[in-house]
């Protein structure tokens, strides 16, 4: 099961093209780039992945390097983060607040989600409903969200979320008695009601929604030493079981018995109903966040606190990603020597399964082949294919060095075609620029 850089070979016949060259950025999101036929590939034109500054929203024809531009947002509003529907041509991206000002910047709280149709570009619907003041709705959010992303069947997206309400409290001193903000995952569903979720105008930022959002997850301000408490939820990935039924797989940041702080892989379960309100108000209050919906578990998968090296690999940024049958969730953690591998849990707990032992890290996000036999990352500085059952590792491209290194290994739906993103010199600047590269190339034989 072992592999070895002697034996990641280049595949014989690569073929990586670069699909955009404009003297500015191209940003791609670490999932779901494609459109659904794998014709297309979405981004955003931000000047770096970090920075949220881009103003349009465009795909790139595989086939003929033609450029579309779905959205350009107005007002001095940005966007970013696309994703693309599993099944229909519509995408979902980050819009930030138009007009800001001193009192009200872009920022972890102040962003929504936006959808376009494909057919429709220019024209943005709100994703989820924003309620900054109260009387608080439920099935609206009070802050940020970001990394939209369809449930793999497209009837549901999640998010992570940050709180505005609670953000302008600060942080809780001993006896405060409210919720600090942290990091949470929200999912956003259909409204039940046809006019989507309506709000009321107490804030001069509130808006309308179409979707139904929640927060799933729970976090506490101070986690007990040795306990399963969170302090952060994020990174999250979609897990749809044999039986269809809902899950997400995120990072959950425990406190160890000796104080210190560490990412665990967990998994929330979802009802199929998230409308119903459970232990808490689902809308939240003044002092405390939103109360995840009645019948959500949220269980932990990973026990790693008496490792060598303790914790889900915090580098590279990755998101846990489960196979396409539901069976497995794909992380980042740290051998015995250090080095960032490849790693694998159920959804039903269990020890982590070790993917790749190679002497180079993982140096990227990842993503599942459609068939659930390869998973494609960066490593050593190119882009590579892992089969999961061999753990074989095969490069699909040269190695590059530095900031070049290929970033957002990203499969297309057909399982052909790879899209990922590397650094490219115009004149005395460097952009990220938009590549392809087959898959079939570096098939595992």
Not at 72 to 98: D, L, S
Not at 175 to 188: E, L
Not at 203 to 222: C, E, I, K, M, P
Not at 269 to 275: S, V
Request: proline share 8%; hydrophobic share 40%; with cysteine.
């Amino acid at each position: 099961m072992s592999s070895t850089l002697a034996s990641v070979g280049l595949a014989a016949a690569p073929v990586e093209r670069q699909l955009t060259h404009a003297p500015h950025g191209h940003v791609l999101t670490n999932v779901n780039v494609w459109s659904p036929d794998s014709r297309w590939i979405v981004y955003d034109v931000r000047t770096v992945d970090s920075t949220f500054d881009g103003t349009r929203i465009e795909q790139v024809d595989v086939t003929t390097g033609g450029i579309q531009v779905l959205y350009e947002a107005r007002n001095g509003a940005a966007c970013g983060v696309v994703t693309y529907h599993p099944r229909e041509p519509k995408v979902v991206f980050i819009h930030g607040p138009e007009q800001p000002g001193p009192d009200w910047t872009y920022g972890m709280t102040r962003r929504r989600g936006a959808v376009v149709a494909v057919n429709r570009p220019g024209e943005a619907a709100a994703l989820d409903a924003m309620n900054y003041a109260p009387p608080f709705t439920p099935g609206a959010l009070r802050g940020g969200s970001h990394v939209h992303v369809f449930s793999p069947d497209g009837a549901w997206v999640s998010n992570t979320y940050e709180d505005d309400v609670l953000a302008r409290l600060g942080p809780a001193a001993p006896g405060s008695g409210h919720d600090v903000n942290q990091r949470n995952v929200a999912v956003s569903v259909p409204a039940p009601r046809p006019d989507g979720v309506r709000v009321a105008r107490s804030h001069a930022r509130n808006h309308d929604g179409d979707y139904f959002s929640v927060l799933v997850t729970r976090t506490v301000n101070q986690p007990r030493p040795g306990s399963d408490d969170i302090s952060r939820a994020y990174e999250e990935g979609w897990v749809i079981g044999t039986d269809g039924r809902r899950a997400l797989a995120f990072l959950g940041n425990v406190t160890a018995p000796n104080g210190r702080e560490h990412a665990e892989v967990f998994i929330v379960d979802l009802p199929a109903d998230l409308t119903r309100a459970g232990d808490g108000p689902l809308e939240g209050t003044a002092t405390r966040r939103p109360a995840p919906p009645a019948g959500v578990g949220q269980r932990r998968l990973t026990f790693t606190g008496g490792r060598k090296n303790p914790g889900v690999a915090s580098s590279p940024r990755h998101w846990l990603r489960a196979s396409p049958d539901g069976t497995q969730i794909a992380f980042l953690m740290a051998d015995e020597a250090g080095v960032t591998q490849l790693w694998t849990v159920s959804p039903r707990g269990g020890e982590p399964r070790p993917i790749t032992r190679n002497p180079a890290p993982v140096a990227s996000a990842f993503t599942w082949s459609p068939d659930g036999r390869t998973i494609a990352h960066a490593m050593d500085g190119s882009v590579c294919v892992t089969d999961v059952a061999s753990g074989r590792t095969q490069r699909l491209t040269a190695a590059a060095a530095g900031a070049v290194l290929p970033l957002a290994c990203v499969f297309a739906p057909d399982g052909r075609s790879i899209a990922f993103m590397r650094n490219v010199a115009h004149g005395s600047a460097a952009f990220t620029q938009i590549f392809v590269v087959s898959a079939e190339a570096g098939a595992v034989r």
